[in-house]
């Protein structure tokens, strides 16, 4: 039968179980999908329980009552506030350096990776990509503990957690940024006769450089937040003073702190538009 | 001996596609050459292999007894510097000033670390200058290319060949992206300026008319193979003809 | 001296590009030499010990090579450590699915040319977003453990949290650039809220979300490896433990678990990005 006859067969009226029995949709394909939706949903649903239910402590979690009076603890103590304004202030510094360190290693990471450019075929293509995929699989917290002991404590190591952290990013997006360029000012400098470097100079650098700094300020954006816990492992800045905050049962400075991580997060976002507005 | 030499060149593009199918040509002296030919007969291909932009699969090109076919990569840098080559999509750095675009015509010869703090030599910029004015944008010179006109984008593309004081100009259908009249202005600077400073151009069009309006000799091309070589005033009609191939022909 | 076309001539243009230039390169000078005394005056604020720059890389080898390994990868394919590994995948999981729930309605919210209302809804959607996104996931986590006790639950919400500041995020801004012509024509017949949200805003957006989504799935899965550090559940617990007690080899174990895990998880979401197109 045709579709058309089918339809007519069907009539107008010819609702079945599962939907209409319309030739558009075969019953097949809706069975199929209200299937996985349902297997999908129930696995949720087995995890959920799972996880809220089993692997809670219940007892000491006590009910939503004494969670929301848990929660209530941390309502900040504003008198606590001056005290931490160093450490905050620390923080972003953490963050504005280890942004600027990662850039300046970003930029022949890049070149690297990107397959248009790259100086020595498949082997420096791979190194460059290999690095960026271990940047981004590794967590700050990770680097920093290496760092921290080679370095010592303090906010250096902290700096180049997160200048290595930023590298994959970076470096990611502005290698596709250069497989992406007008090849024809690169042919044209080339056709000049110009070294390697200048033609990267020349041609290359200018047309990716609106994306690289926007990516600049977005990671500078993010590595705020980041600097932010990396004192807990020794990485310099607030962390170490909200984890022992944490763990004295300070609640409320500890909340405190939270509100100047905030307060220094949106800041951060602020300075991020301004820049961002000015340079573009 | 002949400026450019080209011998035997042909050029098989990985996909199968042949371009060239065994090119012979010279140039002597400082005259306007048009290589006229229809989209596909290989004409930008043939320009490209000269100054090795494509890689040419055969054949031989030698640049005032360089053999620039067999340069080595370094070489082959130091080659270019002598060949300015214009393009039919200008090519310029968008986000550089004119005067910087024409300055990148001296890249060649610029020290690594001036390049990298584009401080380019006095006498450099000196001569920009003076080819920016030539080409009548020199009061464009602090504006971003890409804030130009297709014309004036052209014109900067000239200043900035020019800049290299090359033997030899290779220009692709530099027209082709302007309409008719900026294009006829185009054509008329590049063929005084050239010919101001003494250097032969050797220029693919497909247009009939820009080809006998501003060359002494028109080479004409086909299926990339040359199908005439003469005098422009010597070219007639059957000649012409042979450009096209037998579909277009019907 | 040749007069140009438009009546400069060179040595005005020269004279008018020297002083541009010059003056250019005073500013950049002057603002790169603010910037070297800046970090000058950094390092020695925060007494950053640079002098331990230089055997930095070797110290870092030393330990790599002669404490980290060989890593003990027996000891993370074992028991708890294992099952920790499920638990990080499982959190992950969970906490991409809820936040993703929650994270439609917030990022309806959160869009000012579709929110319900500008004066309630609005407010509250990008207040949701902002805040979420204002506080580090280990942050939160920290909070939650707190008030939730040690285990995944408070990892699962940091990432339904995470997820809503990340995917919430893109999928309101995703929200905002749609063609208002269909949720113009659904409202003029007379369509509730939810109706016109359903058939003129979802369609336009389903296919970025799509993206949006297994893109979040990336960013999630890496933080969850790392909750446990703080008691959250998931692999993380057993990092803290093996470096407090100098368990470096055990330690390098789990880190290139975690390694090997994120890159599986980047290849499935490829993998799950191509087949959507």
């Known amino acids: 039968m045709s579709g058309i006859e089918a339809a007519d067969a069907s009539g107008i009226n010819g609702a079945g179980l599962i939907g209409d029995a319309n030739p558009l949709r075969p019953r097949n394909t809706i069975l199929k999908r209200y299937c996985l939706i349902a297997g999908f949903a129930s696995v949720v649903l087995v995890l959920t329980a799972h996880v809220f239910v089993f692997q809670t402590d219940w007892a000491r979690t006590g009910g939503l009552g004494q969670m929301l009076k848990t929660a209530a603890w941390f309502l900040p103590n504003l008198g606590y506030f001056p005290s931490i304004l160093l450490a905050l202030f620390e923080t972003f510094l953490i963050a504005l350096f280890g942004t600027l360190i990662g850039m300046v290693i970003a930029i022949p990471v890049a070149v690297l990776a990107a397959r248009n450019v790259t100086p020595a075929g498949l082997a420096s293509y791979w190194a460059g990509r290999v690095t960026i995929v271990l940047s981004r699989s590794v967590h700050e917290l990770i680097f920093a503990l290496i760092f921290v002991s080679a370095l010592g404590l303090g906010p250096l190591p902290g700096m180049l957690a997160l200048a290595v952290r930023s590298v994959g990013f970076l470096a990611k997006t502005t290698a596709e940024a250069i497989e992406n360029i007008d090849i024809g000012p690169v042919e044209a400098i080339e056709a000049t006769g110009a070294r390697r470097i200048a033609v990267l100079l020349f041609a290359v650098m200018p047309q990716v450089f609106p994306i690289f700094v926007g990516n600049v300020i977005f990671q500078f954006d993010i590595n705020i937040r980041r600097a932010a816990i990396l004192g807990m492992v020794g990485g310099g800045g607030i962390g170490l003073i909200f984890a022992e905050q944490i763990m004295s049962l300070a609640y409320d400075r500890a909340g405190t702190v939270v509100l100047g991580v905030v307060a220094m997060v949106l800041l951060g976002e602020y300075i991020s538009i301004r820049i961002r507005s000015w340079l573009l | ?250 | 001296m040749a007069v140009g076309e438009h009546g400069i001539t060179v040595d005005d243009a020269r004279r008018d590009y020297r002083r541009f230039v010059n003056l250019g390169r005073l500013i950049k000078f002057i603002a790169l030499l603010l910037f070297c005394i800046f970090a000058v005056w950094t390092a020695w604020y925060m007494n950053m010990p640079l002098e331990r720059l230089s055997g930095m890389f070797g110290r870092i080898g030393t330990m790599v090579f002669n404490r980290m390994m060989p890593p003990d990868l027996d000891y993370a394919m074992t028991g708890n450590v294992f099952y920790s590994i499920l638990e990080t995948i499982e959190m992950s999981f969970l906490g991409t699915v809820y936040g993703v729930l929650l994270a439609v309605p917030v990022a309806w919210f959160g869009a000012w040319n579709v929110t319900p209302s500008r004066t309630i809804c609005y407010p509250l959607g990008r207040a949701a977003l902002v805040l979420s996104r204002a506080i580090p996931p280990i942050i939160w986590a920290m909070i939650l453990v707190v008030i939730l006790g040690f285990g995944p639950m408070a990892g699962t919400i940091t990432l339904v949290l995470l997820t809503l500041s990340f995917a919430g995020k893109l999928m309101s801004e995703q929200v905002e650039a749609i063609d208002m012509g269909p949720v113009e024509a659904i409202r003029a017949t007379g369509a509730g809220e939810i109706k016109t949200f359903v058939y003129a805003v979802l369609p336009q957006v389903k296919a970025a979300w799509i993206g949006i989504i297994i893109y979040n799935w990336d960013s999630s899965f890496r933080a969850s490896t790392i909750l446990g550090f703080v008691g959250a559940g998931g692999l993380g617990l057993y990092l803290r433990s093996t470096t407090q007690l100098l368990d470096y080899e055990r330690a390098m174990g789990i880190i290139l678990v975690v390694i090997a895990l994120v890159i599986a998880s980047e290849i499935l979401s490829h993998f799950a990005r191509r087949r959507i197109r």
């Open chain 2, 1 to 250: 001996m002949a400026l450019l030499e080209v011998v035997g060149l042909k050029k098989t593009y990985p996909t199968g596609e042949t371009a060239l199918r065994g090119i012979d040509l010279t140039v002597n002296g400082a005259e306007v050459i048009a290589v006229l030919g229809l989209s596909g007969s290989g004409k930008s291909t043939l320009l490209r292999c000269i100054n090795r932009l494509v890689e040419p699969s055969e054949g031989l090109v030698v640049l005032d007894g360089v053999r620039v076919s067999e340069l080595d990569r370094r070489g082959l840098q130091r080659a270019r510097r002598h060949m300015g080559m214009i393009f039919q999509e200008y090519n310029l750095v968008d986000r550089l000033t004119v005067l910087e675009n024409v300055l990148s015509g001296c890249l060649g010869v610029a020290s690594t670390w001036r390049a990298v703090t584009r401080a380019f030599r006095k006498d450099d910029i000196e001569r920009a200058m003076e080819l920016c004015s030539r080409v009548g944008i020199l009061d464009q010179i602090r504006k971003r290319a890409d804030q130009l006109s297709g014309g004036q984008r052209q014109r900067v593309g000239i200043a900035r060949a020019l800049m290299q004081q090359p033997k030899i100009l290779l220009v692709d259908e530099p027209t082709s992206s302007l309409d008719p009249k900026i294009g006829a202005e185009v054509m008329e600077l590049m063929c005084a300026v050239a010919d101001e400073h003494n250097v032969p151009i050797l220029v693919s069009v497909h247009d009939l008319d820009v080809a006998t309006g501003y060359s002494k000799r028109i080479v004409g091309l086909r299926e990339g193979r040359i199908v005439f070589d003469a005098e422009t005033r010597e070219v007639d009609r059957s000649m012409l003809q042979s450009i096209y191939t037998d579909q277009d022909a019907a």
